[in-house]
């Protein structure tokens, strides 16, 4: 373990917890819920504002936003790019998800265009990551087809050219701004059996980055606090169904005494 990721995480938690970050949400209709509720246990305030005309202000005011690529209607698409466009404006740092790129015509040049904007955060597991920095064709839907570390190349890149912090989600995260790497070797199985278990991570580091100056910093800090969250409501071994509600309660818990003893940064 790290000292200082360490340090910077439990710092940042106490932010989150003491700035209840205003947190706009873009994302896919399969997940709008559970996202809402782990940032409400997480201590911050959801808001999906996501149509035409509304996305461009609320941008502007929020503390983060979270633009999640999972049923991408045109309206939808039209307010992501609204959002993106007043967020790089006003300075709120803002997350892009590009969730199952690479083949699907739709939503592929999408991602790219709103990259172009400037997200502050890029969340994906090994195989979007890879479409997104041009080095892969994709997965299986919402599934990664490769593991994380066979994206850590591809990930540094993508940092260096996008100027955004690259996030790799899977049984060992990896974070990059391009210079900095660190691999957080939190979590557990039954978060991939939670419909939203990865969407609202997202979401999760859109609130850190609203109150954290180092996004790098922000995007370690939440991915840590995710998946430490997600070790303690697996704990027993409960089904699919109980661990979601447990993992609502165990963000809301999640303290510093958990974080020194689980945390595994490296």
């Known amino acids: ?24 949400c873009l994302t896919n209709t399969v997940v709008t819920n559970f996202t809402a509720n782990a940032l409400l246990a997480l201590g911050a305030s959801p808001a999906m504002v996501d149509v035409p005309g509304e996305a461009d202000a609320f941008a502007r005011v929020a503390g983060g936003v979270l633009v999640n690529l999972g049923t991408p209607h045109a309206e939808q698409r039209a307010a992501m790019t609204e959002a993106a466009t007043a967020a790089r404006e006003a300075g709120t740092p803002w997350v892009l998800d590009p969730v199952a790129i690479g083949a699907l015509p739709v939503r592929t040049p999408l991602a790219h ?5 400037g997200p502050a955060v890029v969340r994906g597991n090994a195989s979007e990551i890879l479409a997104l920095a041009g080095a892969g064709a994709g997965g299986r839907g919402v599934d990664a087809a490769e593991k994380v570390e066979q994206a850590a190349e591809a990930a540094r890149g993508l940092a260096r050219t996008s100027g955004a912090v ?34 609202a991570l997202g979401a999760v580091m859109a609130a850190f980055a609203a109150v954290t100056e180092d996004v790098f910093d922000a995007a370690v800090a939440a991915v840590t606090t995710y998946t430490v969250a997600a070790e303690l409501a697996a704990e027993g071994r409960p089904g699919p169904g109980t661990f979601a509600v447990r993992f609502v309660d165990a963000l809301a818990a999640v303290g510093d005494a958990d974080l020194v003893a689980r945390a595994a940064l490296s």
């Open 1 to 24: 373990m790290t000292t200082e990721p360490l340090e910077a995480t439990r710092a940042a938690l106490a932010r989150v917890r003491g700035a209840e970050p205003l947190v706009q």
């Open 113 to 117: 265009a709103l990259l172009a904007l």
């Open 166 to 199: 690259v996030a790799v989600s899977g049984p060992v995260d990896l974070v990059t701004d391009g210079a900095r790497t660190v691999r957080i070797a939190n979590g557990d199985a039954l978060l991939t059996k939670v419909t939203g278990g990865g969407c």
